[in-house]
Structure formats: C-alpha cells, structure tokens
DNA sequence: CTTTTACGTTACGACTCGTAACGTAACAGA
DNA sequence: TCTGTTACGTTACGAGTCGTAACGTAAAAG
C-alpha cells in the first residue's frame, strides 16, 4: 500500500512501477537473508537499483514497506468446505502453516514490534498477518456450528484464540509447527468442544478410506 | 547475572553493589515508563546516578540487562496443592498471570527479539520467562495424571503447549488475558483432556460451596 | 607502598536514520 | 513548443545510539 498521492494528479513524471516490483522484491530477499532486525533501507535501495530516497517517496518507513513486501507472501486461498468438520479445520489449518512457514519467525515479531506503537500500522498489521487465518479459521468453525457438531455452549472466539496463539507461539519460541503436531492440538480442543466427537472422528476417518481407496496403490 | 570476574579475585576495589542495585531499579522504572524499545544504556546510567561505562562493566548489553532486571519481578512462589485438579490449575496459572501483568508485553517480545540470536542469552530469557509458568503449571498437571484424573492418552506437553501460547499471545496482541478467561480455556482444554470431567468440576463446586460455607456472611 | 580493580568523565568512530538540496528526466496542459 | 509539476539518482547533512578506549582518581589486598 505505497503513498499514491504522486500519481492521483495527473500531472508530472509519473512514478515508475519498476522500481516499486524491485523494492518489493529486493525487500522480502533481504527478509529471508538477514532477517527484519538487520535489514537496512540504504541496502533494499541498493540491491533494487535505486536510492534510499525513492523508498521513502512510496513508504514512510521501513514497517509500512515490510508488511506490504509480505503481504504479497500471505496472500491465500479460501478454506474448503467438505461437510467434515475435522478434516476442514485441518485443512484451513495447514493452509496457513504453509504460509507463515515462508516467513521467519523473527521477522514477524520483530515487524509486529515496530507497527505497535502505531495505530494505523498495527490495524493493518493485524489485519494484514493474523485476520486471515483466523477468518479462515473461523469460517470453518462457523459451519460447524451450523451443522451443529459443536456443543451449544463451546466459545468460539476461545477457540480461535487458542489454536491461533499456538500457531504464533511456536513460531516464536519453538520453531515452526508441523502439520501433525497441528491436527493433533485441533483434535484436543474438539474433544472438549465436539457435540459427538467419536462421529466426527468416524466421519473424519471413513474419508480418509475412501480416500485411500480411490487414489491408493492398487 | 552480572558479571562477576571482577569481584572473584580478592584484589583491587570492589565493586559498588549499590550500584547494581540503582542501575536494575533504574532499568525497571523506565521499562514501564518508556518500554524496551525506548530505553537507552545513557539514561538509565543517569537516572542511577552512574555513568554508561559502569553499565557495561557488569553487563556486556541492554539485553542482558533487562533480564536480570525483570527476573526480580517475575520471581513467583510454588503453585499449591489441594487436591482439586480444577482448582489448582486455576490458581497455579494465576500465579503467573499476576506476574506477568506487571510488565509491559512489548518488553518481553523486543526482549526476546534481541536475546534470541545468542544462544546463550536465549536460553536464559527462555529459563527466566517462560519456563517458571510452564513448570509450575507443568507440576499441577502431572499431580492431576498421577490422581488419574486425565485421560491416558492426554498429552501433557500438548496441554502446556496450548495454555501458556494462550498468555504470551493475548500478552502480545490482545492485552493480558484476566483470571476469568484463564480459568475459562482451563475449563474448555480439561473438558477434552479429562476422564471424567464433571467429577472434576462437581469436586471443584463443592470446594467452592464449603468455602463460601466457612468465609461467607453468615 | 605497591598492585589491582572500580569509578566518573570525556571523547571517539561506526552505523543508521530521516530529510534536504541539487540537476536531470518524463509527463500533462496551454 | 513552452511551462509547470513530479519522479529520479546523487550527495550530504544533523541527530541519535552504540560499544569502547583513555585518562586521572578512589578503594581495596598484600
């Protein structure tokens, strides 16, 4: 989202898209080199072929340019919706894991850190890295709902917070979670959350046969 | 954990303990004041009365610093032991929270943002931060195993995983998580962990009810 | 009385930041 | 074609913080 009042008039040179696509990409190189901490602007100029003045026409600093720079990385399909509550959590889940997992850990606290204190920056930050896995999340949580496989008195915001804190905080604090490590925490908080959860578990694991069945070796 | 080569040979002029005890004091009131991002070595040697030279002979950095600065805040007592898994969780975790409330939640990321590229400083703020929370609520839980009052299949470091991400997250992105909320995951994780969850919750009422019994107004 | 270390003061070089100044290039409208 | 406006690259500035070194002085041990 770079300042744009330069080109809404139509008059003078216009600014060069070029140099946007290089500075972008230059950004999210130097990202997964060195990290946000070592990252300096006077080098994303340098390796884009620019100069630091130009970054600072399009972005007012370095926050605002890394969440645009990794945004372009988060960007991810919808949840699916298949009927079965368990396989769809899990599937929305890695979705997301896969994303966050083309990011360094220490990049996203590090940017977190810096938009904080802003209050634009921090909406857009948030809404930028954390909404959309818990949208997604919650979607599918919503139709479970509806289906009715979640007790009637489960929270759903608490189970949001809980499985979307799990995937922060590992990310953080011990590496990145893998996919059975995440299935395995979802299926804990269904047990506790589930209407029946030995029927979602059955329904979960009679795809899967089928699945297997059809796509197996012969 | 200052360095203590100095003071280890009997030989030369000791060090001034007073000003270690300014400069970590000094360190505290401006975390709260300005954070960790704000703080620097200069002022904090001159609200102590010192100078920046007399930092770095104890401590080689602002990061090292702090730790031993926010140890002494978060020195917790041991969780208790009644006999009701519910409660006991609940307390031990309150312990924590308490703790955790009276510092900033930017100082513990940008902390661990400087203390996570050396191993050793990592290790330190991991063993100072995170794992007393994690042991004391870790202890609750094998009490409540060895009782039998969880599943066999329950996984106890999935558990421990899934609480203390909680904190740290709401820490970090929703503003510190209130007893009410912690007591309520408590609630929602053991409803899937437990054998026999509403004996759990029976024994915790009744505790409750002979409580109030015995302290309430008469 | 010598040795050793801590103390406060001052100052240095290094780095990054955000911005300003300049001449040149590219576009719109008269 | 000429004028006004904006982007471009280059260069350079002041400001802030860092980590460290140099000094003379103070306080302990032997």
Redesign the pocket.
């Known amino acids: 989202m770079s300042k744009e009042?330069?080109?809404a008039?139509?008059?003078?040179?216009?600014?060069?898209p070029e140099?946007d696509r290089a500075l972008l990409s230059a950004t999210l190189e130097l990202l997964d080199e060195l990290g946000y901490t070592k990252?300096?602007?006077?080098e994303v100029a340098r390796r884009a072929?620019?100069?630091?003045?130009?970054i600072?026409?399009?972005w007012?600093?370095?926050a605002p340019l890394v969440l645009d720079a990794i945004a372009t990385r988060l960007d991810v399909p919808s949840p699916p919706d298949t009927g079965c509550t368990l396989c769809d959590l899990d599937e929305s889940f890695n979705v997301f894991l896969a994303a966050y997992r083309t990011i360094r850990p220490e990049v996203l606290n590090a940017l977190y850190l810096e938009c904080e204190p802003d209050a634009e920056l921090k909406a857009r930050y948030l809404e930028t890295v954390v909404e959309p896995s818990r949208r997604a999340v919650g979607r599918t949580l919503d139709r479970a709902i509806a289906r009715g496989d979640l007790r009637t008195d489960a929270d759903r915001d608490q189970l949001l917070d809980l499985i979307g804190a799990l995937v922060h905080h590992r990310a953080l604090f011990g590496g990145h979670l893998t996919d059975a490590e995440a299935q395995s925490a979802i299926e804990t908080l269904l047990r506790g959350a589930a209407q029946d959860y030995q029927a979602l578990l059955d329904h979960s694991l009679a795809l899967e046969q089928e699945h297997q069945a059809r796509h197996g070796a012969p």
Not at 39 to 42: F, H, K, N, Q, V
Request: glycine letters at 18%.
């Open positions: 009042r330069g080109s008039t139509g008059a003078g040179r216009p600014r060069d140099i990252l300096t602007l006077e072929g620019t100069s630091r003045p130009a600072y026409r399009r007012p600093g370095r």
